[in-house]
Every structure is written in C-alpha cells, then in structure tokens.
C-alpha cells in the first residue's frame, strides 16, 4: 500500500507578517497543538488482524531488515513495555533491535502520555479506507486512542486520509455513521464551536490515487455538515490559487471547511523556504480565510531525519515563529508518528548506539549536535507555549537539545547481584537469571505452582523497565507464563508492584518480554509465577531491571 503523504517539491517565495482575529474561539484545535498520529505500525506475533510488519516492512509477511525496511529512521523503543524481534542486526551498544506496534495497547498508552507531557493538546487519528482487510486493526487502534485519550486528558478526532479510497463517498459515510460517530460521546472526543471535529485529508489533490471531481467531494463535506460536525480539511498546499499540487475546479470545495490546513510536508526543506512560504502562500492563504471566516491551521514539520534537515531543531522552530507570527488558529504538527517519511516528532534514537549496526539509518545527533530523544516533543511543547501566548513570540529556539547533560546509561542494576528462589530443579539455580548468559536458565520445582524467583539489588533503587528472557533456541516452543512482580526494601515482606499477568514468550520475537514498572523504590525484586503453558514450573533465563 502506498504511503498516504505526498512528497512533492514545491516552489514559494518570501514575506511580511500578518495577525487576524480568529474565525472561531478556543476549543480542542482553534488555539492548540495538534499532532497527526498515523496509529499504523503492527508487529508480527502482536496477535492482530494482519498478522505481519504493517507498514514496517515493505514486505508484510517478513520481519523488517536492509534493504526492505519502510521507515527511514529508527524508534527510541526504551519505554515500551512490549516490543518485537525485527531481522536487523543489533543496535550499535548490543540491544536487540525491536519495533513496537500499534494494535498493543500499551503502544498507544505511551504515545499518549507523552503527547500530555509534552502540550500535545489534541490527536488527529488517520482513518484510511477501512473497508478491507486493514479495517479491523484501524477499528482497534481507535479504541484504544479513545481509552488513552480519556486516562491522559488529551482529545482526538477521525481524520479520514481518503487516499487510494475509490469508492469514497458512500463508504466515508457508511463508515462514519455505523462506528466512528459513536466515539463523539467520548468525553475525549474534540470538539470546536461545540461540534465534534471530522477530519478530511486528501480532497482535491491533483494525484491518481485521488481521482473524484468536485461534486463527490462537496457532497461528503455538507453530509458531515449537515449531522452536525465541524470539518476540518487538509488541503493542497497551492489550494488558494488552484495551482502546482491542485486541482482546477475545487475553490468552492476548499472554501467550504470549517478549518483549512495545507499540506507542507515536501513544500519546505529549510529556513529560507519556510520564511519565502511565510510572505507568498501562508500570509495569504491566512489574509483569504480570514476573510470567509475560516479557521486556518497550518503545518509545521521537524524535517527528515533522512535528509538532514532538522538542524538540531532549528528549522522546526523557524516554522513555529512563522505561523505564531502570522496569526494562525491553531498548529497541525505533521506528524506525530510518522517514521516512514522521517517526520516525527515521537521518541526517537539519539546517536548510532541507538540504530541497528550496518543500517544506514541517521540517528537526530546526524549535524554533529547531540539531541535527547523527547527532544522534539519538548520543541513541540514550547512552540505551543508560544502558539497561546505563555512564552513570548521569539524567533530564538527556547528548547535545549539535551536537558541536564547527556543521559545516564542504561545499566542492568541486576547484573551479577544475589539471588533466590522458591525452588529449582537439578542444578538450574537462580544465579542463571543474572549471569548473562541467554542460555542458562532457573526452573523450579515442578508440578509446585506458586514458585518465586528473586534478585537482591544490594541497595535501593527505583526500576522502570524488567526484561525477562528464556532461551533464544528455536527448541525452546512459544509458551505463556503468568507472572506478578513484587518488591520489598527488607526482603521480609513483599508489596505488588505488578499484578499476576500472562506473558508470551515466542522464540520467533527472541522469547524476550519487557515489563513496565511504576518505579517504587525497592532492594528486592521477586518474580512469583503461577502457570506456564510449556512446563509444569516457573523458567527464566534473563531478569535485566533498568532505571
């Protein structure tokens, strides 16, 4: 399937600054931060639908590696609790090279907590036609947006992307009154002028995968409208003047969103390119809605990775000013999650100890200068500051690539330190789990459910992250094991830092779970097992705990 964001070249020129009254007041996108989220990544062993590398991988049904990767830079996966087992080599310090995947719940949870952390106000969720075999997984990552918008305190909307979606008009609507409607009763759901948003990308691209004429298009705009919704449009980026990237025939179409936003991705590679965009195309195009009552949210992008164009920020910053300065409704950040085209502003890796050995891939220290890997979600956060006015207008970047010098390194705090455990069978002691080597493992006693395994820390600390792994040989058949974590400061008496939860481990991904703790601080890290699906007893080859 062909990626739905164009690339295209663009030509534009330079200019002075304008400021207009918005069309509408504050609501959940005139005066706020939002970021596209494409939701779209799915992982083989993941259990969903598709049952392979969605949109990781060129080739669907093989695990991702050069030359047939589809992204064009690497994921920060340090935070997730589950990831998967990808073909390419291991990353420059020796991790194995994982991807997360979008149909895990606790995929989406992250992302969201980190859009509240860093001033992501509002998630435009990408629908794209969801009438084949990519429906179902599309239908379980918009519930799972709903569920982490409403635990954060974010809102999202449907953003349909009507790319390669032939039969468009009747099924956009079908679509939208026999499920996606019924996510506007989330108290999650955006909603300006007091209706819910509905987004529509791709109407009057002058592209063969868009191919409907004006009319089909007009008549899904006044359906939404007329059931009450406000319609937000991303719109060519020549829309005003119906040229380049534009279809002839579609003022009227244009004009009669709710909300405007031109495409820019492709159109601006630099600092000079975005201000020459600033005087000829986004002043006007500002000056035209403000003039029909149209609310105007123009893009502002971080640059491909790929491509070196980020300038450690700078360029995104220059965009920031730009459209603040102009006097914009609201800012769409393209995009959120977008590693396929390098345009994201999601954790991502920080040098080439964080990228697979021999890939290619650019990490975001590419210009020389060392960047942390929320670096362009703090970026984001301060240009929403200064979006509602909490900062003042500054064409300086405010945001430091790294906070508080470079990051501490990620330590196994288990590593060689004292163990026990309920039991074992033969000689396969607790000391295997933290020896390091992958194939030696604890079992217990068997046939004896509950059974604990346990690492003395030696002194407090506050873990975030546990890896726990069993054998990587083929020998060793995908089992589920039910786990709880505890933790004690004494050894004597243990509290739930998680509770018992069944965990897979398929040698296909590298038989190797990640858990997220809550960071309680704790000398002693137990692991009480109550079932596995392969044998009779408690296994475990590697326990890692990590800050």
């Known amino acids: 399937m062909s990626l739905s964001r164009r690339t295209l070249l663009s030509t534009a020129l330079a200019a002075p600054a304008f400021r207009f009254l918005p069309a509408s007041p504050p609501g959940d996108v005139v005066g706020k931060i939002t970021v596209g989220y494409q939701g779209w990544f799915a992982c083989r062993g993941d259990s969903s639908p598709v049952n392979g590398w969605w949109h990781w ?160 298009c007009q008549d899904v705009i006044n359906w939404f409208k007329a059931r009450g919704c406000y319609v937000m449009g991303g719109v060519p980026t020549h829309w005003r003047l119906e040229g380049e990237d534009s279809r002839k025939g579609f003022a009227s179409v244009y004009r009669s969103f709710d909300m405007i936003s031109p495409w820019m991705v492709g159109r601006v590679n630099n600092i000079a390119e975005s201000d020459h965009f600033h005087t000829n195309i986004n002043g006007p195009d500002q000056a035209e809605c403000n003039s029909l009552g149209i609310d105007y949210q123009p893009c502002v992008l971080p640059g491909d990775v790929a491509q070196r164009q980020r300038l450690h920020g700078d360029f995104m910053w ?92 990620d330590v196994d705090l288990a590593a060689g330190k004292p163990t026990q455990q309920s039991s074992q069978t033969q000689h396969y002691g607790s000391g295997y789990v933290v020896d390091n080597d992958p194939r030696s493992y604890w079992e217990s006693a068997n046939n004896a459910f509950p059974q604990w395994v346990q690492v003395d820390l030696g002194s407090p600390a506050a873990p975030r992250r546990a890896v726990l792994t069993l054998p990587p040989d083929p020998a060793w058949g995908r089992r589920t094991q039910v786990i709880a974590v505890e933790g004690s400061s004494t050894g004597q008496s243990f509290s739930a830092l998680l509770p018992g939860a069944g965990y897979e481990f398929d040698p296909a991904t590298g038989n190797t779970v990640t858990l997220s703790l809550p960071g309680n601080e704790v000398r002693y890290v137990r692991l009480v097992f109550t079932g596995n699906t392969g044998w009779p007893a408690g296994q475990l080859s590697g326990l890692k705990l990590f800050t």
């Open 318 to 409: 220059r965009q920031f000013y730009n459209m603040v300065r102009l006097g914009a409704q609201g800012i769409y950040i393209s995009m959120f999650d977008e590693f396929n085209e390098g345009n994201q502003i999601c954790k991502t890796a920080e040098t080439q100890a964080d990228v697979p050995a021999g890939s290619g891939y650019l990490a975001l220290d590419e210009d020389g200068t060392r960047c942390s890997a929320d670096y362009y979600l703090r970026l984001t956060g301060d240009g929403g500051r200064m979006l509602k006015g909490q900062i003042p207008l500054t064409a300086t970047r405010p945001t430091q690539p790294m906070l508080g010098g470079p990051p501490a390194p």
């Open 57 to 216: 991988n060129n080739n669907w049904s093989q695990p991702p590696a050069p030359p047939t990767s589809s992204v064009r830079v690497w994921p920060d996966v340090r935070e997730y609790a589950r990831t998967y087992q990808t073909a390419f080599a291991s990353l420059g310090d020796g991790r194995p090279a994982t991807l997360f995947s979008n149909y895990d719940r606790q995929t989406v949870d992250v992302h969201f907590a980190w859009m509240r952390d860093h001033g992501c106000d509002t998630a435009a969720l990408q629908r794209f036609n969801p009438t084949g075999g990519e429906g179902p997984i599309r239908d379980a990552v918009t519930a799972h947006v709903r569920s982490a918008a409403e635990a954060t305190g974010r809102k999202f909307y449907i953003m349909y992307d009507v790319t390669d979606w032939l039969n468009m008009q009747p099924e956009i609507k079908a679509d939208w009154q026999n499920k996606m409607s019924a996510y506007t009763s989330s108290s999650a759901y955006a909603r300006q002028n007091g209706k819910p948003v509905v987004g529509i990308w791709g109407f009057g691209f002058n592209e063969a995968n868009k191919p409907w004429g004006p009319e089909p």
